[in-house]
């Protein structure tokens, strides 16, 4: 059975950073694609970042480019989203989602979804 583990999340002043964290088991992680989704109260779930298996390809939203980086460690299951200059609009539910093929940005392309670890962003 696949499990994503979401933490890190939490509440931090704008400007402000945070290192949210996903630990797969389950699925052999090398072989997926992982991505990280949020949604905020009353919208809609958006792409924020992916990763390759390799996590030598990386896409990412415009909203969070230059901002936020995901990188995965593949001896540890488990990949990052490191945010750094935080703002009130990034406040959200963080998901970590995992799908076999290549990077891509909707989320119904992927197969596997953690609970969701929450930031919430101070003005």
């Known amino acids: 059975q696949v499990h994503l583990v979401e933490s890190g999340g939490g509440l931090v002043q704008t400007g402000g950073s945070l290192r949210l964290s996903c630990a797969a088991s389950g699925l052999t992680f090398s072989g997926y694609v992982m991505g990280w989704f949020r949604q905020a109260p009353g919208k809609e779930r958006e792409f924020v970042a992916a990763s390759s298996r390799s996590g030598i390809t990386t896409n990412y939203a415009d909203s969070v480019k230059g901002r936020f980086t995901i990188s995965r460690d593949n001896a540890k299951n488990t990949v990052y989203l490191q945010m750094n200059s935080l703002k009130p609009e990034d406040t959200a539910v963080y998901y970590c989602?995992?799908?076999?093929?290549?990077?891509?940005?909707?989320?119904?392309?992927?197969?596997?979804w953690g609970q969701g670890t929450q930031v919430t962003v101070s003005s």
């Open positions: 989602a995992a799908r076999v093929g290549s990077i891509h940005s909707h989320d119904a392309r992927y197969n596997y």
